[in-house]
């Protein structure tokens, strides 16, 4: 199979933030959500200004707006240590 590219990554992100949200509450899966970031960052070969952007939300509809207009053409790296497993 080919790598995930840069939409289904974000589709991705937003679904797990959405899982946050149902489990701790709108703020607290924010917050909870920005150690994620770095995560997928890596794969989303995001640049340190977006990553900065992405930290200082607060509030989900900026996120989810924010991670949506990350979607974009260039394919991203597979993730590290995650290449071939299955969630």
């Known amino acids: 199979l080919p ?3 840069r939409a289904e990554w974000i ?5 797990h933030f959405g899982q946050m949200e149902k489990l701790y509450g709108d703020r607290a ?3 909870l959500f920005r150690k994620w970031i770095a995560f997928y960052a890596g794969s989303l070969k995001l640049e ?8 200082r939300l ?4 900026p996120l989810k ?3 949506a207009g ?6 991203p790296r597979d993730p ?3 290449k071939g497993r299955v969630a």
């Open 70 to 75: 990350l979607a974009g053409e260039n394919p």
């Open 48 to 55: 340190r200004s977006e990553k900065l952007a992405l930290y």
């Open 80 to 82: 590290k240590g995650l």
């Open 58 to 61: 607060e509030e989900p509809a």
């Open 3 to 5: 790598p995930p590219g």
């Open 11 to 15: 589709a991705l992100m937003l679904a």
């Open 65 to 67: 707006a924010a991670l």
């Open 29 to 31: 899966a924010v917050l």
